[in-house]
Nanobody, 122 residues
Framework: QVQLVESGGGLVQAGGSLGLSCAAS????????MGWFRQAPGKEREFVGA????????AYADSVKGRFTIPSDNNQNTVYLQMNNLNPDDTAVYHC???????????????WGQGTQVTVSS
C-alpha cells in the first residue's frame, strides 16, 4: 500500500511560480506511473501531467504544457511538480497519484494523496 502526501500549495499572484511535492511511503515513486491531477470547485478532476516508471518520459495537459514540469531527477520517495507562469485558471486542489498504467485518465490511478490547494490571484 502506497501512501502519498502532497505539500507546497499556497497563494501566489498571476505570473508567479510554485513547486509541489508528493512524498511517498510504502513504495518508491520510480516503480509507478506518477500523475498529477487537479480539481477546481464544480469541475471534474483534470489531468495535469505524469511521469512514467523509471522517469523515462513525461506527458502534460495542453493547458499547462510549457509552464509545468515534472522533473525527471525525482528521488526515490518524492515526485515534484514545478509550476511557472501561473494564472487564475490554475486555481485548484492538486493531487498526486500512483498507478501502473500509463494514462491521463484518473480512474487508472490506484493511490491518491489528499491534495494541496493552489490559489492564483489576478
Amino acid at each position: 500500500q502506497v501512501q502519498l502526501v502532497e505539500s507546497g500549495g499556497g497563494l501566489v499572484q498571476a505570473g508567479g511560480s510554485l513547486g509541489l511535492s508528493c512524498a511517498a511511503s510504502g513504495g518508491t515513486v520510480r516503480s509507478y506511473v506518477m500523475g498529477w491531477f487537479r480539481q477546481a470547485p464544480g469541475k471534474e478532476r483534470e489531468f495535469v501531467g505524469a511521469i512514467s516508471r523509471g522517469a523515462i518520459s513525461t506527458a502534460y495537459a495542453d493547458s499547462v504544457k510549457g509552464r509545468f514540469t515534472i522533473p525527471s531527477d525525482n528521488n526515490q520517495n518524492t515526485v515534484y511538480l514545478q509550476m511557472n507562469n501561473l494564472n487564475p485558471d490554475d486555481t485548484a486542489v492538486y493531487h498526486c497519484a500512483a498507478g501502473t498504467v500509463w494514462s491521463q485518465d484518473y480512474r487508472q490511478y490506484r493511490y491518491w494523496g489528499q491534495g494541496t490547494q493552489v490559489t492564483v490571484s489576478s
